[in-house]
C-alpha cells in the first residue's frame, strides 16, 4: 500500500505507518508523475485534486484533511469509483478564536461597547456555529443566515442576506459553490457591498471568491473596514486588495497545530474503516504545553483584559504587518512568501492549549475567559 500525503499534515506516520508505505510531498507541487504508484492520496486545501491529477494513477481513495471540499472534483472521483473523505469541523474551533480576537480588537479601537454590537453570521454550520457560540459568551448578538439550513429547519431563527449584511459586523463562513441554488460564488458582491452598513466590518474566513474582491475595491466606502483571510488565486493575491484591508491574514483562520492533527485523526480514523483496519487509540505524541498567559489587567475594563490574553494566543493584526511585506517581494516570489508565512503561522494553538493565571482577574473575567476555553494555571 503506496500513501502519498501532503507534508504539513501532522502525525500521518504515526496514525496510518502500519497501513503501507508513505510518502510525503509538497502539496501545493504535486503532480500525476508522483501518483503513479499511489493507492492513497491525502491531501490539503492547496492541493486541486480532479482529472488531471488522478487520470492514470490507481489511487482509490482520496482524503482531504481539511472542512472545505471546494478543491477537490467530488464528481470525477465518484463516478471513478474513488471513495472520498473530508474532515468536517476540523477547523471550527480555530477559526471562531481568529474571529473573536477581530471582533474584539475592532471594538477596542472604535470605542464599541460589545453588547450592543450586532455580528451577522453568514453561514451556520461547523465554523459559524463555532463563531455564534464564542461571541454569544461574550454578549454579542448575533444575527444568523443560512438558506439550506432555514429550508430544512423552517425561518424562525434565521433572518434573510440582506438582513445580516446590515449588522455591525458581517462574517463569512459559506463553502464556494459555484452554481446551484445554494451558490456562494461572489455572493458578496456590488449590491450587497452597497447594502452594507456605512461604518461595517467584513470579515471573510470562509474561501476566497465568496467575496467579490474587484467590487469591494470599487463600491467599500473609506469608513469600511475588510478583513480578509481567504483570497482568490492564492497563493497570488491582489496586492491592491492587500492595500485596502485593515486586517490580511495567509488564510490562516483555522490553521493550528490543534485543527490539523484533528483533521489527520479523522481522515486516519475513516481511511482505517475503509480499509478493514481497526482504528487505533490516539499515539500521536503528546504536544508541549504553551507556556502559561498572563494578562495585562485594565483596572475597571473588562475588554482589554479579555484581549490581552487573547492575543498572546492569537494576534491577527500582528500577523498583517507580516503579510503587508508581500509588497515589498517580486510579484514572482510573493506567492512562495505566502505559504512560507502560512506556514509559520501554522505553529499556532487553540485557546484550550493554555493556561491562564485566572487568580489576577475577577470573578466575572475569569468566567469570561473560561467560556472562551481557556484553562486555569495551577
Known amino acids: 500500500m503506496h500513501i502519498v500525503a501532503d507534508e504539513n499534515m501532522p502525525a500521518v506516520a504515526e496514525l496510518c ?49 481539511t472542512a472545505g471540499t471546494d478543491h477537490i472534483d467530488i464528481d ?8 472520498f473523505a473530508s474532515a468536517p469541523g476540523c477547523n471550527a474551533t480555530a477559526v471562531a478564536e481568529y474571529v473573536t480576537s477581530c471582533v474584539l480588537t475592532h471594538c477596542l479601537i472604535t470605542a464599541r461597547n460589545t453588547s450592543a454590537l450586532t455580528v451577522g453570521v453568514i453561514g451556520c454550520g461547523h465554523a459559524g456555529t463555532a463563531v455564534i457560540k464564542m461571541l454569544s459568551s461574550l454578549g454579542i448578538t448575533c444575527v444568523l443566515n443560512d438558506p439550506p439550513r432555514a429550508a430544512r429547519e423552517g425561518v424562525a431563527n434565521f433572518c434573510s442576506l440582506q438582513q445580516a449584511l446590515m449588522a455591525d459586523v458581517v462574517s463569512l463562513h459559506v463553502p464556494l459553490i459555484r452554481s446551484g441554488e445554494w451558490r456562494t460564488e461572489q455572493l458578496i458582491g456590488p449590491a450587497e457591498i452597497a447594502g452594507l452598513a456605512a461604518n461595517a466590518l467584513v470579515i471573510n474566513a470562509a474561501r476566497g471568491g465568496v467575496l467579490d474582491e474587484d467590487a469591494w475595491l470599487l463600491g467599500a466606502n473609506p469608513a469600511q473596514s475588510l478583513i480578509l483571510d481567504c483570497w482568490v488565486g492564492e497563493p497570488k493575491i491582489n496586492l491592491t486588495l492587500l492595500d485596502r484591508c485593515w486586517i490580511a491574514t495567509p488564510h490562516i483562520a483555522g490553521h493550528t497545530v490543534d485543527a490539523r492533527r484533528r483533521a489527520t485523526q479523522m481522515l486516519a480514523a475513516d481511511l482505517r474503516a475503509f480499509l478493514g483496519f481497526p482504528v487505533v487509540a490516539d499515539e500521536v505524541p503528546r504536544l508541549d504545553v504553551p507556556e502559561v ?23 491577527p493584526v500582528a500577523t498583517t504587518q507580516t503579510t503587508r511585506r508581500l509588497r515589498e517581494v517580486e510579484v514572482a516570489a510573493a506567492s512562495g512568501c505566502f505559504d512560507e508565512q502560512r506556514r509559520q503561522c501554522g505553529r499556532r494553538r487553540e485557546f484550550s492549549a493554555y493556561r491562564v493565571k485566572m487568580n489576577e482577574l475577577d470573578s466575572p473575567l475569569q468566567q469570561t475567559v473560561a467560556a472562551l476555553g481557556f484553562n486555569a494555571a495551577e
Open 76 to 83: 470525477y472521483l465518484t463516478a471513478h469509483g474513488i471513495h
Open 17 to 65: 505507518g502500519d497501513l503501507g508505505t508513505i510518502e510525503l510531498v509538497d502539496g501545493r507541487r504535486l503532480t500525476l508523475n508522483q501518483l503513479r504508484d499511489a493507492d492513497i492520496l491525502l491531501v490539503r486545501s492547496v492541493t486541486p485534486v480532479n482529472a488531471s491529477l488522478l487520470q492514470h494513477t490507481r489511487v482509490r481513495y482520496v482524503g482531504t484533511a
Open 293 to 315: 498567559l498572563k494578562p495585562r489587567v485594565t483596572p475597571g475594563q473588562s475588554l482589554p483584559t479579555v484581549l490581552s490574553i487573547i492575543t498572546q494566543a492569537c494576534d
